[in-house]
């Protein structure tokens, strides 16, 4: 690992005084002249089919400045997966039918608040109710009513891209609720079986949960007065939203323009483009004012996107050392009304799972089933926090029949460097699964700790331990693919980076400054970051996917080498000298043993412009996430190169289990990360302890209440997001692994340290108390009923 | 799978998510009365469609969902003396109805008087609730329930319910009759502590005990006269020996409305033996309660004598059937090992916290 | 049935017109332009809309405006002196503990009058004092860094004067 003067230092952030003052601006704060207020109508029902909708009173009431509905944005499809094989599926607005309660119906824009909600309370609509589905179960069978009678083929946003398009003609009747299905299978699996010692079977059950950033989705949009749309947006990547809302509302690219806003979090809920952005920029067409759509903590929580509800089962055969010698998976997760990201959850529940532990032979089926239930879309880990959960529950379970400890247990089946994935041939060419297994276990006093409770006690408050881990990639191939930078030096040798990234709290802006800083040989001040907007920026890759440090940083270094090298090449020049025989220090160039011979950068680019052809040295720099991939793999096949590098992580959690309530409080929460070479340890620190605290939401106390498809606590007060009393003691390292094609040896940090801890934590409450919990969250409810049929009832 | 909805048409009329109702909005009156006597005649003048103002910590969040079910705000800000925590002569405490949750929570005054109801005000909602939050306006909280506590948009899934003015309850089917619960903190440590209530009406001031003020109605809880308010609050000078506790389970530590609350006091002999005993519990029905056959099982004993057990099940059996909600169906016997750790806490005795 | 209030925003006094049900955060962010109190949940459950009120931490969006009448609003725009970060804010920075920013103006000011009041607190204090301001990003781990150490560095300020 190199000695670095930049990267790797917990330098404070750079955005942190604007933040800190109330000047940052988020897209809700945005105030433009003329500004007018939208609102969304939604459906109040789970299916219905819309016999007529009525705006004239609306359009009617004085303020309001236009209205729209479904026949606007006639024929228009959006959504996160549009593939030749999973066409879009989404109506920004409701064109026959509503499929969930919060669809979208129609949209005011109005000169304020007040006026918007009394105009939709003017809207009439009359519903014709439907049958509906709250269960992938029950939307599976036979008699079920379909959500959608009809795929709508035609062209897809991949086809500019060179993915096989499907010929647009009439829609295709649709027979069954099924959504999207992953299908994987290699080795024999059933000699697998056969030559196991032991073979167990389990199931396992997640419910939704909720992304809940605390900055509530926002849009601003306007047109100028030559027809180009400017918006700001609650994005994770402007690039993706702007290619999607060009095509959405039928204008070109260039037509578009994403100003910068603060993202206030966002963790996968806000890469989809939605309803109420479309609706924001059709409103400011139709009204010619800018339009400003604020939803509001109950939209945000119930008709954007949310987790998925998933069922898992798992079986293993195992050897007599516990080697694992075949796996059977199939996990079926309720995707709502449209088909949200559910094709990509069941492909990753697969990809996820798969870089953990040497599997030989494995059969895998993911089903993505419509319901009339919200749509759910990507969230932290996507996919990994139930496939994690299933698995490392069960093979805790595994453990405990075999006589292995646990970690030994995980220990022996996990992967090591140099390994090759099945199906994608992503090659793992930094792994620090086994050095971050060791290490929580040590930190975590695994063996001290482990089965110290008698689980016949009569002792109210009992403690256990329990581990888990997970993997996470680094950028895949979607769309735009890959990212580029652009650095300007200035007169006085500071420079100005242009990156595309949005900065939402990850940090983008800090690494990628740092990471132009070191490669430049300039101190971190000396970097100002142009950032979040599609004129200023070059086009970006996005801050999912866990690309946005692996991706653009990359792009960074090669724009912040290119500046460098044309600032030696001009030096060499006015030095008389071989460029080979220079070298920089504290922003001065100099001659290898000739210290009386140099310039300061300034001093070079003075006379470059002043001297030469009046270049002010800009560098540029550009890569691919996945260079040697055409396009995203199959998601039904898993089968296409998906990542260049994987993170790994190890999570030990202690507990203390109050047998009188049922409560169970996490003492302690160990976690290992391998994010290759943290670039600023601070910032992943706080990735870490951010997706450890989130981790332990999902786990004990967070589930979007979902009943016959209403949403039964959306708001703050009933979806309990954790506080400070409920951090345990956080113990965060990192394992430097050094991954070669990551920028300075760093990968992902954002998603990894999410997926142990459910596993962890559910461990460690059968470590205390001998009751195995399934099903998250783990509430006070279940442990006492475990409790209760442990003891053989109780009064 | 849902029963197959009838296909008969409905028509609805839009409404907003959250965000101010706009039939109330347009209509909301403001009054500033400056003593008791104008804005008790501000309240009874509007009657139902009047409500009094302290923090507005629950109110405000009501106007927002649409579920005040008043035009009239009359706020008690001006009303002077209200705020006031003092000692009557050197016995009782008395505690002006606008004194904050923060104010009592952090009193000596209360703190000496009925330590559970400094707890309990401390343990209500959150810091920055408990700066506006008041005693008066925890007192007299509106009931709660998943139903109900929802915007005007959300409601509109489903017919109105009994307590929004409809005509069926969604959660007590079989009887028809709200059930909505009663989950302010400090009510259960006011019983305990024997409190009792002043209150200011059209005809004048009235004493009653905290017990009186409860209905026990979901749909109407307070069993206040038309105009009546909460004027003050007064916790009897406690007798030696005489100690206090007050147990909240929640999911969160702060913020989170008590699943349930049990507040305990015991009087207490140097020898270990309670002569009496009162337990109170909120967030169990619409009104909270007394449990008196607690009380009496512990009375001329030991609780060392009676059982942690025996003392669960006489708590559980004593709070009688509950209306459970999937998330909570263990409720009552959580309720009764909940005494048994607001007893014992009382007593100065913990509860198999053992530390390591 | 509008009526006329007075508020002192970070010292400065402001007359404003006001609706009787426009609530203190909805006069900071659309008529006086001060869009550091976030409207995260609008029910006082997540305290991004956090200002002190009279000398209190408070849900401005659960603060009606015409109660707030006649009072003394410390916002976050208030807090630093022109190009010089508070204590407070200084250590946010250096510790970390600013990730999305948007809790972070509530988290700030509630730290700021827990200080005032309380220059060492203990952990529980701390913790309890930030209890109704949720942050998604940080896991509150830097937060509470931040807190112990710009209390540390405030009665070091305090010790040198
Ligand atoms: C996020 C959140 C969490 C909460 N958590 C809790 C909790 O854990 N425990 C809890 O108990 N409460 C909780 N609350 C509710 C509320 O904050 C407290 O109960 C508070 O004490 C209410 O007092 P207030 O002065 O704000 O009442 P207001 O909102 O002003 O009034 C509440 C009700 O009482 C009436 N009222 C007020 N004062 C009087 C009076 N003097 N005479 C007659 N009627 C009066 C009002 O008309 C109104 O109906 C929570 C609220 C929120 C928003
Ligand atoms: S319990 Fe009361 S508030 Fe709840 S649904 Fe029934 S009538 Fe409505």
């Known amino acids: 690992m190199g000695d670095y003067a930049v990267v790797g230092k917990s330098l404070?952030?750079?955005?942190?005084?604007?933040?800190?003052?109330?000047?940052?601006?988020?897209?809700?704060?945005?105030?433009?002249?003329?500004?007018?207020?939208?609102?969304?109508?939604?459906?109040?029902?789970?299916?219905?089919?819309?016999?007529?909708?009525?705006?004239?009173?609306?359009?009617?009431?004085?303020?309001?400045?236009?209205?729209?509905?479904?026949?606007?944005?006639?024929?228009?499809?959006?959504?996160?997966?549009?593939?030749?094989?999973?066409p879009a599926d989404e109506p920004p607005f409701a064109l026959d039918r509503v499929r969930y309660i919060g669809d979208e119906v129609a949209a005011v824009a109005a000169i304020d608040e007040e006026t918007a909600r009394e105009a939709l309370s003017l809207i009439r609509v009359e519903y014709e109710p439907l049958p509906a589905v709250f269960t992938a179960a029950d939307a599976l069978r036979p008699e079920a009513p379909l959500i959608h009678e009809f795929d709508y083929p035609g062209k897809t946003i991949w086809e500019d891209w060179g993915a096989r398009g499907r010929?647009?003609?009439?829609?295709?009747?649709?027979?069954?609720?099924?959504?999207?299905?992953?299908?994987?299978?290699?080795?024999?699996?059933?000699?697998?079986?056969?030559?196991?010692?032991?073979?167990?079977?389990?199931?396992?059950?997640?419910?939704?949960?909720?992304?809940?950033?605390?900055?509530?989705?926002?849009?601003?949009?306007?047109?100028?007065?030559?027809?180009k749309l400017s918006m700001h947006v609650s994005s994770m990547g402007i690039f993706y939203k702007?290619?999607?809302?060009?095509?959405?509302?039928?204008?070109?690219?260039?037509?578009?323009?994403?100003?910068?806003?603060?993202?206030g979090g966002a963790f996968g809920g806000k890469i989809d483009v939605f309803p109420y952005e479309v609706g924001a920029a059709l409103l400011a067409r139709k009204s010619g004012r800018p339009v400003l759509i604020e939803l509001s903590r109950e939209e945000s929580l119930t008709a954007t996107r949310m987790d998925f509800h998933a069922n898992v089962r798992v079986k293993t055969g195992v050897d007599r050392d516990g080697l694992i010698t075949a796996q059977d998976i199939q996990v079926i997760v309720d995707t709502g009304a449209y088909r949200g990201s559910g094709p990509v959850v069941v492909f990753l529940c697969y990809s996820y799972n798969i870089p953990v532990y040497r599997v030989p032979a494995l059969r895998y089926e993911g089903l993505a089933v419509y319901t009339n239930n919200p749509v759910k879309g990507p969230k932290r880990g996507h996919g990994a926090p139930f496939i994690r959960f299933a698995v490392d529950s069960h093979m805790?379970?595994?453990?405990?029949?075999?006589?292995?400890?646990?970690?030994?247990?995980?220990?022996?089946?996990?992967?090591?460097?140099?390994?090759?994935?099945?199906?994608?041939?992503?090659?793992?060419?930094?792994?620090?699964?086994?050095?971050?297994?060791?290490?929580?276990?040590?930190?975590?006093?695994?063996?001290?700790?482990?089965?110290?409770?008698?689980?016949?006690?009569?002792?109210?408050?009992?403690?256990?331990?329990g581990m888990s881990a997970c993997s996470m990639f680094s950028g895949s191939p979607y769309y735009p693919f890959g990212s580029a930078a652009v650095i300007k030096l200035h007169d006085d040798g500071g420079a100005t980076l242009f990156a595309g990234t949005v900065e939402m709290g990850q940090g983008s802006e800090t690494t990628l400054s740092q990471i132009a800083a070191e490669e430049l040989g300039v101190p971190l001040d000396d970097i100002r970051i142009v950032s979040g907007d599609t004129e200023l920026t070059p086009i970006e890759f996005g801050s999912f996917l866990s690309g946005g440090a692996f991706v653009t940083g990359k792009a960074v270094r090669l724009a912040a080498a290119d500046a460098k090298r044309q600032l030696f090449e001009m030096?060499?020049?006015?030095?008389?000298?071989?460029?080979?025989?220079?070298?920089?220090?504290?922003?001065?160039?100099?001659?290898?043993?000739?210290?009386?011979?140099?310039?300061?950068?300034?001093?070079?680019?003075?006379?470059?412009?002043?001297?030469?052809?009046?270049?002010?040295?800009?560098?540029k720099g550009s890569v691919k996430s996945v260079p040697d991939a055409e396009l995203h793999p199959s998601l039904s096949t898993a089968r296409g190169r998906w990542t260049e590098a994987y993170g790994f992580a190890a999570q030990l959690a202690e507990v203390e289990v109050d047998t009188w309530t049922g409560t169970v409080e996490v003492r302690r929460l160990v976690t290992y990360h391998d994010c290759g070479f943290p670039l600023n340890p601070q910032v992943v620190e706080g990735q870490i302890e951010g997706c450890v605290s989130m981790a332990l939401g999902q786990t004990l106390q967070e589930r979007i209440d979902l009943r016959q498809g209403q949403v039964f606590n959306p708001d703050f007060l009933g979806y309990r997001l954790p506080i400070t009393h409920d951090m345990p003691a956080m113990v965060s390292g990192m394992i430097h692994s050094d991954e070669p094609y990551g920028p300075f040896g760093a990968?992902?940090?954002?998603?990894?340290?999410?997926?142990?801890?459910?596993?962890?934590?559910?461990?460690?409450?059968?470590?205390?108390?001998?009751?195995?919990?399934?099903?998250?969250?783990?509430?006070?409810?279940?442990?006492?009923?475990?409790l209760d049929r442990a003891r053989g009832g109780r009064g | 799978m849902a029963p197959n909805p009838s296909r008969k048409r409905q028509s609805r009329r839009g409404a907003a998510q959250s965000g101010m109702s706009l039939s109330m909005e347009n209509g909301i009156h403001y009054h500033l009365p400056e003593t008791v006597s104008e804005a008790v005649g501000l309240l009874a003048r509007h009657g139902a469609a009047a409500r009094a103002l302290a923090g507005g910590t629950d109110l405000v969040p009501a106007l927002k969902l649409g579920i005040l079910g008043a035009r009239h705000l009359v706020s008690l800000r001006r009303v002077p003396g209200l705020r006031d925590i003092a000692l009557d002569g050197d016995r009782d405490v008395v505690i002006g109805a606008l004194a904050t949750l923060r104010a009592v929570a952090t009193s000596p005054l209360v703190?000496?008087?009925?330590?559970?109801?400094?707890?309990?005000?401390?343990?209500?909602?959150?810091?920055?609730?408990?700066?506006?939050?008041?005693?008066?306006?925890?007192?007299?909280?509106?009931?709660?329930?998943?139903?109900?506590?929802?915007?005007?948009?959300?409601?509109?899934?489903?017919?109105?319910?009994?307590?929004?003015?409809?005509?069926?309850?969604?959660?007590?089917?079989?009887?028809?009759?709200?059930?909505?619960?009663?989950?302010?903190?400090?009510?259960?440590?006011?019983?305990?502590?024997?409190?009792?209530?002043?209150?200011?009406?059209?005809?004048?001031?009235?004493?009653?005990?905290?017990e009186a003020l409860y209905s026990g109605e979901g749909r109407a809880p307070l069993a206040l006269a038309p105009g009546e308010i909460v004027t003050r609050i007064r916790i009897p000078k406690p007798l030696a020996g005489w100690r206090t506790a007050y147990v909240k389970h929640a999911v969160r530590e702060s913020i989170d409305f008590p699943i349930l609350g049990v507040a305990a006091g015991v009087e207490l002999a140097p020898d270990g033996t309670i002569h009496a005993a009162r337990v109170a519990v909120t967030g169990a029905r619409s009104a909270p309660v007394r449990l008196p056959e607690v009380e009496n099982a512990v009375g001329g004993r030991r609780l060392a004598d009676v059982g942690d057990g025996d003392l669960a099940r006489i708590a559980t059996r004593a709070l009688g059937p509950l209306f459970l909600s999937d998330a909570v169906p263990h409720k009552r016997l959580l309720a009764g090992l909940m005494t048994v750790d607001a007893l014992a806490r009382a007593a100065g005795e913990d509860s198999g916290r053992r530390r390591s | 049935m509008k009526r006329l209030i007075q508020l002192t925003v970070n010292g400065q006094a402001h007359d404003l017109v006001v609706t009787p049900v426009g609530t203190l955060l909805d006069v900071l962010r659309d008529d006086l332009g001060l869009t550091g109190a976030k409207r995260g949940c609008d029910l006082g459950a997540c305290g991004a809309c956090t200002v002190i009120l009279d000398g209190r931490p408070v849900n401005s969006c659960l603060t009606l405006a015409v109660e707030a009448d006649g009072s003394d609003v410390a916002t976050i725009e208030g807090v630093a002196a022109p190009g010089r970060l508070h204590p407070v804010q200084e250590a946010f920075a250096v510790h970390g503990a600013v990730q999305c920013g948007f809790c972070t103006p509530g988290m700030v000011l509630v730290t700021k009058s827990l200080l005032d009041e309380c220059p060492e607190p203990e952990d529980r204090q701390i913790r309890e004092a930030l209890s109704g301001n949720l942050c998604r990003c940080t896991g509150y781990v830097k937060v509470l860094d931040a807190v112990r150490a710009a209390a540390r560095r405030l009665r070091a300020r305090e010790g040198v004067r």
């Open chain 1, 12 to 86: 404070p952030r750079v955005d942190a005084a604007e933040k800190l003052t109330g000047a940052a601006r988020y897209t809700a704060d945005v105030r433009l002249p003329g500004m007018l207020r939208g609102k969304i109508l939604r459906s109040p029902l789970p299916h219905a089919r819309i016999v007529s909708i009525d705006t004239t009173r609306a359009e009617r009431l004085r303020g309001v400045h236009a209205v729209i509905m479904g026949r606007d944005t006639a024929g228009l499809r959006v959504a996160f997966v549009d593939t030749p094989k999973y």
């Open chain 1, 167 to 227: 010929p647009a003609g009439d829609p295709v009747p649709r027979t069954s609720n099924v959504a999207a299905r992953t299908a994987v299978a290699f080795g024999d699996v059933d000699a697998g079986f056969a030559a196991a010692s032991h073979v167990r079977e389990d199931r396992f059950e997640t419910v939704p949960v909720a992304h809940a950033p605390m900055e509530p989705h926002a849009a601003v949009a306007w047109f100028d007065p030559s027809g």
């Open chain 1, 242 to 263: 702007r290619f999607v809302l060009a095509k959405a509302l039928g204008v070109p690219i260039s037509q578009v323009r994403i100003h910068k806003s603060y993202v």
């Open chain 1, 396 to 465: 805790d379970m595994l453990a405990e029949d075999l006589g292995i400890d646990m970690v030994e247990l995980m220990r022996r089946n996990a992967r090591d460097r140099g390994e090759v994935m099945p199906t994608s041939g992503d090659t793992l060419r930094s792994c620090g699964l086994k050095d971050a297994l060791a290490a929580a276990a040590r930190d975590g006093q695994w063996a001290a700790r482990r089965r110290r409770t008698d689980w016949r006690s009569s002792e109210r408050y009992r403690r256990g331990v």
């Open chain 1, 571 to 619: 030096a060499a020049r006015l030095l008389e000298a071989d460029v080979r025989d220079l070298e920089a220090r504290d922003k001065r160039i100099s001659v290898q043993g000739a210290p009386h011979r140099s310039l300061t950068y300034a001093e070079i680019i003075a006379l470059s412009v002043k001297h030469a052809s009046g270049d002010p040295i800009i560098g």
């Open chain 1, 747 to 786: 990968k992902e940090v954002g998603e990894g340290a999410v997926s142990g801890v459910m596993a962890a934590v559910a461990n460690a409450v059968y470590d205390a108390i001998g009751v195995r919990i399934t099903s998250l969250p783990i509430t006070p409810a279940k442990v006492m009923a475990g």
């Open chain 2, 111 to 210: 703190e000496h008087a009925c330590a559970a109801l400094a707890e309990a005000a401390g343990r209500t909602g959150s810091p920055l609730l408990r700066n506006r939050g008041t005693l008066g306006g925890n007192v007299c909280l509106d009931t709660r329930c998943w139903y109900f506590n929802q915007s005007e948009a959300w409601r509109a899934s489903r017919d109105r319910c009994q307590k929004a003015g409809g005509a069926r309850c969604h959660v007590n089917e079989r009887e028809n009759r709200c059930v909505a619960l009663f989950s302010a903190d400090t009510p259960a440590a006011l019983m305990v502590a024997g409190a009792r209530v002043e209150l200011a009406g059209p005809s004048g001031m009235r004493w009653i005990g905290i």
